[in-house]
């Protein structure tokens, strides 16, 4: 029972925070949704017996997605639309 | 009951009660810097007190728990220090500043000696 | 021992949907950036925990490698706030 509430709280979430990063136009807010976004999806990973997968969700999610994605907008406009 | 599970159950209620108290005043506080000190003393508190209420309710894990402790007690004081003085250096400065009290804040006088300096220049 | 490690999980429960709540309303970029903070850190002791709940002593690895690396996305926006990175 406590599996199946955890697994719908996270899965809310996590899609939650995924549509507000499509929607959002400040380019680093949506980053910031990625991270919760990865952060939900390994805890999913971890409660559907997939340790390994949520090891490597961990890993890349937390340091290398931000790292990329701020130097991204570092480099070209933080403002989605005002090019 | 042996008295190491009893002394794990209480270490584990209080560290999910701080993590709670956590979230609950990163929702509640009026301020960044109100809610930087919320949101990251007492979910450090928080985290770790858990942790160390598994590490005494399994005894054969005690090492790797350990291990956790130590990078979170190093880990979340650095993220939370860049972070207030990224906010503070982007000219936010904190609710109380906007009145007449200025005394309050011992760092902005040399940031202002700072700015003078390279204005003379 | 059950019921601990039920009421446990339902308090961090709720902490992570306040975290979420200041995370959709934060005014700005910081405040944003410390609900993503807080969501690490409640997050890595929460696996800790689901670990001890499976007896599975491997799946604690997850949480260290959590507890290692959650901190540099943080350090890396703090230095594009304040313009240095």
Aim: charged letters at 15%; hydrophobic letters at 55%; glycine letters at 8%.
């Amino acid at each position: 029972m406590i599996y199946f509430i955890l697994i719908l709280f996270l899965m809310i979430l996590m899609i939650a925070a995924a549509i507000y990063s499509v929607y959002q136009k400040d380019l680093m807010y949506a980053t910031i949704g990625t991270g919760i976004v990865s952060l939900a999806l390994s805890i999913l990973f971890y409660l559907l017996q997939a340790p390994d997968v949520a090891l490597t969700e961990a890993a890349i999610g937390a340091a290398l997605t931000t790292i990329i994605f701020v130097i991204a907008i570092r480099n070209t406009i933080r403002y989605e639309g005002d090019d | 009951m042996s008295a190491m599970e009893i002394i794990g159950a209480i270490l584990l209620l209080i560290g999910s009660a701080f993590l709670f108290l956590g979230g609950l005043g990163i929702y509640r506080m009026p301020d960044t810097y109100n809610r930087l000190q919320a949101g990251t003393k007492a979910t450090t508190l928080g985290a770790m007190s858990l942790i160390l209420g598994v590490g005494f309710l399994e005894p054969s894990w005690m090492i790797k728990t350990l291990i956790i402790i130590i990078f979170i007690a190093y880990s979340n004081p650095i993220s939370s220090h860049a972070l207030a003085r990224a906010n503070y250096k982007r000219k936010h400065f904190p609710l109380i500043l906007h009145g007449d009290v200025k005394e309050m804040d011992a760092y902005r006088e040399v940031t202002e000696k700072e700015e003078n300096k390279e204005e003379k220049k | 021992m059950t019921t601990i490690i039920y009421i446990a999980l339902i308090l961090m429960a709720f902490g992570m949907l306040l975290s979420f709540i200041r995370f959709v309303k934060g005014p700005n970029t910081a405040d944003r950036t410390v609900a993503l903070d807080t969501l690490t850190t409640i997050g890595t002791a929460a696996l800790v925990l689901l670990g001890y709940m499976f007896h599975r002593y491997i799946y604690v690895d997850v949480a260290l490698i959590y507890a290692v690396l959650g901190f540099i996305g943080v350090i890396v926006i703090a230095r594009y706030l304040e313009g240095a990175l």
